[in-house]
Nanobody, 121 residues
Framework: QVHLVESGGGLVQPGGSLRLSCTAS????????MGWYRQAPGKQRELVAV???????NYADSVRGRFTISRDNAKNTVSLQMNSLKPEDTAVYFC???????????????WGQGTQVTVSS
C-alpha cells in the first residue's frame, strides 16, 4: 500500500506565494517520477511540474519561471514553491508519483487526494 499526502494549499492574493509539499509512504522500492498536476473547475487535469529520476525537471509553460519543484529522494518528498501566483493558478493540486513497490515490479502511477489552491483578492 502506497500513500501520497499533500499539504500547503490555501488562499493567497495575486502576486503571493505558497509552498506545497508531498510525502510518499508505504511499500516503496523506487520512485522514478514525482511531481504535481492540477485541475481547475471544468478543465482537464494538467501537468504543472515533475522531477524525473536523474535530476531533470519539466514545467508547464504557464508556470515556468514562477514555480520551482524540488525533491528529496531520501525522504520520498517533493515540494512545489509557487511565486507570483495568478488567479488562473487556482485549482486543486495533485501530487503524483510513478513508482515501483519492489525490485523487478512494474511501476505504477499513484496520486494524492489533492489540495486546493485559490488565488484571489
Amino acid at each position: 500500500q502506497v500513500h501520497l499526502v499533500e499539504s500547503g494549499g490555501g488562499l493567497v492574493q495575486p502576486g503571493g506565494s505558497l509552498r506545497l509539499s508531498c510525502t510518499a509512504s508505504g511499500n516503496i522500492f523506487s520512485i522514478y517520477t514525482m511531481g504535481w498536476y492540477r485541475q481547475a473547475p471544468g478543465k482537464q487535469r494538467e501537468l504543472v511540474a515533475v522531477s524525473i529520476s536523474g535530476g531533470s525537471t519539466n514545467y508547464a509553460d504557464s508556470v515556468r519561471g514562477r514555480f520551482t519543484i524540488s525533491r528529496d529522494n531520501a525522504k520520498n518528498t517533493v515540494s512545489l514553491q509557487m511565486n507570483s501566483l495568478k488567479p488562473e493558478d487556482t485549482a486543486v493540486y495533485f501530487c503524483y508519483a510513478d513508482l515501483s513497490e519492489g525490485r523487478g515490479l512494474v511501476p505504477y502511477d499513484y496520486w494524492g487526494q489533492g489540495t486546493q489552491v485559490t488565488v484571489s483578492s
